[in-house]
């Protein structure tokens, strides 16, 4: 069984920096296609960031695009700068066994319980 972990959320103001990590085990997860989802109160939970399993492929929801950074070696992060208060959200780390610029929830296998991060104005 997969276990996915999320660390690294909190509280921070607007402008400022956060990086989160997510940690797969029980598995391989050099093989997983990785990603960062989030989800607001009241919201539906959205893509954010994903990467190849290799690393060599990134994509990225428009509303990050510029201000976060997602990377991997043995673990998965999201460097997210220039924070905003409509960052504000649960974030959810997942994997995927196979597949390419995987925007969907519904294409990912196993989910992280997230890790809040909250922006303050």
């Known amino acids: 069984q997969v276990q996915v972990v999320e660390s690294g959320g909190g509280l921070v103001q607007a402008g400022g920096s956060l990086r989160l990590s997510c940690v797969a085990s029980?598995?391989?997860?050099?093989?997983?296609?990785m990603g960062w989802f989030r989800q607001a109160p009241g919201k539906e939970r959205e893509f954010v960031a994903g990467?190849?399993?290799?690393?060599g492929s990134t994509y990225y929801a428009d509303s990050v695009k510029g201000r976060f950074t997602i990377s991997r070696d043995n673990a998965l992060y999201l460097l997210m700068n220039s924070l905003q208060p409509e960052d504000t959200a649960v974030y959810y780390c997942?994997?995927?066994?196979?597949?390419?610029?995987?925007?969907?929830?519904?294409?990912?296998?196993?989910w992280g319980q997230g890790t809040q991060v909250t922006v303050s104005s």
């Open positions: 990467i190849s399993w290799s690393g």
């Open positions: 029980g598995g391989t997860q050099s093989k997983y296609a």
């Open positions: 997942a994997a995927a066994r196979g597949g390419f610029r995987l925007l969907k929830t519904y294409e990912y296998h196993y």
